[in-house]
């Protein structure tokens, strides 16, 4: 009875080493560990409604441009772009406020047109961090690790980003973004990655 005792001791511990890795609390190391070329599933709520969906992200830096590509089930596939290829400038094109705007009334434009600039802004601001730039103008957002997630917030706590479940390979496996604007419009945005395409 013993043997097996230890047995199942070994085995729940090996497990826990298996599923995810300890972050160090190292600001630097947590945002490299945001994998933007990726592929997984996703999921984005909106007010009440939910979109389940496919993804994949490529981060060009030679063109200074990352896209999300979201292929939702029996629809076109929507696109979210940011391209920062003139100095100074960042610029945003998305397909999915659109989309999100035609199928849902109650939806308040500049909450939604708000909600994608934060994320835009969060992006840059991690390829920045990863790519070393000297970037002179302030952060936009408020950056916390701790040993299991780097939390990134606004500075008016609209907007929210968790990066959690930092996968054997050094990568996190799950990313989530939300915001709560005003009136309480709500959205939420998850993506799973299942294989991240680092070069």
Known sequence: MNYLAIFILFFLVGCGHLKTKSLEKNLKKASQAVCLSSDGKGR?????????????????????NWILALSFPLRDQETFTIDWSKENQIKFESSVEDKILKENKNIN???????????????HEIINRNDKVNNASPS????????????????????KASFLNLAALGYFGLMRIEYMGINEQSYKLELVVRNCHKK
Do not use: C, M
């Open 109 to 123: 434009p500049n909450s939604l047109h708000e909600f994608t600039q934060n994320l835009g802004h969060l992006l």
């Open 44 to 64: 984005l709520g909106i007010l009440e409604r939910k979109y389940v969906f496919s993804y994949e992200s490529v981060l060009d830096k030679e063109l200074a």
């Open 140 to 159: 936009k957002f408020i950056w916390d690790v701790t040993n299991k997630e780097l939390l990134v917030t606004n500075r008016s706590k609209t907007f």
